[in-house]
Nanobody, 126 residues
Framework: QVQLVESGGGLVQPGGSLRLSCAAS????????IGWFRQAPGKEREGVSC????????YYAEFVKGRFTVSRDNAKNTVYLQINSLKPEDTAVYYC???????????????????WGQGTQVTVSS
């Protein structure tokens, strides 16, 4: 009944772009903050971005440096992560996670999330 599903990953050359989607089913995404994370092979999961239930508040990891944009479309119950100027080091499985009734992203790396998606693979290779 309740699930969070990522999509939009794929194989892209350096400098290319992807738009990842995080679609919620069985709950109303508008009441949740969404964190984006990624995990490369052999490495721990790291935070990428966060958008609060108030979408005026967002957070981006420093390594993003203006290349990523997070947004939400509550009518579609979906959050997006636009990734531009992809680099080989962006290669990872990207996950979204939902945290209920959260209006800011200050502690998004420390939250115990209510729901996690299964991830979508992003591969950046020439």
């Amino acid at each position: 009944q309740v699930q969070l599903v990522e999509s939009g990953g794929g194989l892209v050359q350096p400098g290319g772009s992807l738009r990842l989607s995080c679609a919620a089913s069985g709950f109303t995404l508008g009441y949740y903050a969404i964190g984006w994370f990624r995990q490369a092979p052999g490495k721990e999961r790291e935070g990428v971005s966060c958008i609060a239930s108030s979408d005026s508040i967002t957070y981006y990891a420093e390594f993003v440096k203006g290349r990523f944009t997070v947004s939400r479309d509550n009518a579609k119950n979906t959050v997006y992560l636009q990734i531009n100027s992809l680099k080989p080091e962006d290669t990872a499985v990207y996950y979204c996670a939902a945290h209920k009734l959260t209006v800011d992203c200050t502690f998004y790396l420390q939250w115990k999330y209510d729901y996690w998606g299964q991830g979508t693979q992003v591969t950046v290779s020439s």
